[in-house]
DNA sequence: CTGAAAGCGCTAACAT
DNA sequence: ATGTTAGCGCTTTCAG
């Protein structure tokens, strides 16, 4: 229980120097000594010397810090991503504050005013699902503070966004069932409001269009990718007369919950509906049949966005330039859509 | 981009006033004048005063933070203890600082130094997978910082910790199992260093020993709980003569994995091998069949643990005292255990 | 009710 | 190679 913090004047006046000596000693001036460095450092150990950060960023004026801010942590992907920037950020000297917003939009706008409380040097940010606008972020922009964001992203105002192409991956879902023969496709997605879910719903109507399957309203499902909603999907499908005869579903966990009920109800997965889900989590090969899904590369993502961020706040490089970025994705496909016997 | 910080200074001169009543005022001290404080509170709005958190900190010698220290986040548990922790610290008026290991003691290690670096009042956490030693902590125990462990804890040393009694949870699981006429009763676990591990173990082996069946070594089965990990195990079971009639499996993921390689191979569960989880994830009923499993409660054992810690903070509570928190948990019965027909 | 002033621990410009 | 010193922005004691 030695309560009393260590500082370097302590160091200082029990090795009778001075404190800017041990302050360059500390860290690792060329210009010290050598001897008086390593007698400094074992003095530090041996007295149990921790930097006041607070002290130092208060002189420095800044924190050598960056800000996620994400909309949750109970996702592979985000996780994925989260890795991609550890690795990047810890490589580059930065701590990371990791804030989540449950999905919400005033906690994301109190994630926000935190991380700029904190000061954070930078910020790779998602939206969260119900975010009505980017105010939030403006304070950031005005202290010069550099935002990245990444995945749920909006593309006015020329932020720096890194994104896979969502309107390429629903084109590619829906002509990739269109090829298993489906006429009447299904597609269950979430609020049109965020670039993922709105681009992806542009891919599969026009992936209809170009295939000459009329677009039918009546086959789209608006809802909140929770469990419950999964199950009131379902449900609605079963109501269809005619059922569809395939659905492109914007989540694999609401797929996966969707296929749960529909089996229940005695539909046959994939030969009456066959189903393409998003994100290729986990589930996708626990459940049965296994699910076809669009790759979603967490971890590319991640790295690129805390590069471009770290290279900014570096100097050497500048995402005022940059607008957006675009991941590779691809299709994943397994049984859950293989309504025709694949062809040898 | 009005870049420089508006500080009490600026304030004070604009209002010919001196920063001491600014201070007071910002902070609500009521023996400032109310007409005063109004100026001020207007004035530092518009002047989009921001409170300097190291300035602050550096005269307090606290940082009104909480450190929170996890071995993972992707994971429905975790994310539930989150949860319950941010709602109290919240409340408190804590922040929290999370960090996540990805189940690696090396990490570990780092973050809690980063934690103690960035002088946290109190720590939360859970230990990693391959934690050796309790070293680590010892820093926050020398500084008076309190530490209040869950679910994966070391009782040793009297720390304090909230915990489920992995025991009588273990013992559950298996008597369930037995109560099913299950007999060769196989039980994959992780590390027995970790507690919850080797508690749930011991329960296990308790259960056999009161129903008079024999324990035997080669029914048990350690690894690292990852997918491919799951894959071996049930290659491993597969190849067993005779066949273990039920398996009781330390983790649901694990035993979701399990069950699918075990289903690939023409085995029926719960026919040929009834199967009992751990943690109540949402796989859990996403599997075919849903998965039997002990509900681990999450949210709970972070509002306890986080209620604990903010108390003895506050000077209300001392954790001293306490040594032992035991969350109250229990066993849920779905179809992947139910291998009599239930008796109406 | 308000003000003056000291000091939290550190860094860096300047001086030697 | 080392030392002196002036702040960084805030809180709080002491004095009015």
Redesign the pocket.
């Known amino acids: 229980m030695k309560d009393k913090?260590v500082?370097?004047?302590d160091i200082a006046s029990a090795l009778?120097?001075?404190?800017?000596?041990v302050?360059?000693a500390?860290?690792n001036d060329?210009?010290?000594?050598k001897r008086?460095k390593k007698k400094i450092f074992d003095l530090a150990d041996q007295m149990g010397?921790r930097?006041?950060q607070f002290?130092?960023n208060?002189?420095?004026?800044r924190t050598n810090t960056v800000g996620m801010l994400v909309p949750k942590l109970n996702s592979n992907f985000i996780n994925s991503v989260l890795a991609g920037v550890e690795k990047v950020t810890t490589e580059a000297g930065y701590d990371l504050i990791i804030a989540h917003s449950s999905e919400s939009y005033i906690k994301e706008v109190a994630n926000a005013k935190n991380l700029f409380d904190k000061r954070v040097d930078g910020v790779i940010a998602s939206l969260s699902f119900d975010t009505k606008n980017l105010d939030h972020f403006k304070v950031f922009k005005d202290k010069g503070v550099p935002v990245i964001f990444f995945d749920r992203v909006e593309q006015e105002g020329n932020n720096t966004v890194v994104i896979i192409d969502n309107y390429k991956c629903g084109y590619l879902a829906t002509q990739h069932l269109i090829e298993q023969d489906c006429k009447r496709i299904l597609h269950i997605t979430s609020s049109l409001k965020r670039n993922v879910y709105s681009d992806r719903f542009k891919g599969y109507q026009d992936a209809l269009f170009d295939n000459g399957i009329p677009y039918d309203e009546n086959l789209v499902i608006i809802n909140d990718l929770s469990e419950r909603a999964g199950i009131e999907s379902a449900m609605q499908i079963l109501k269809m007369d005619p059922l569809p005869d395939a659905a492109f579903i914007t989540n694999d966990f609401l797929a996966a919950v969707c296929m749960r009920t529909l089996k229940e109800n005695g539909i046959r997965i994939p030969e009456d509906i066959a189903i393409v889900g998003f994100n290729n989590d986990t589930i996708c090969t626990l459940v049965e049949p296994a699910l076809t899904t669009i790759n979603y590369p967490g971890i590319d993502m991640g790295e690129v966005a805390a590069r471009n961020l770290v290279n900014h706040l570096k100097g050497t490089g500048n995402i005022q330039n940059t607008n957006t970025i675009i991941i590779r994705s691809n299709l994943i496909i397994r049984k859950s859509s293989l309504k025709k016997k694949p062809v040898i």
């Open positions: 913090e500082t370097i004047y009778n120097i001075s404190i800017a000596t302050s360059r500390l860290k060329p210009v010290v000594n008086t010397y930097v006041n002290a130092r208060l002189r420095n004026q």
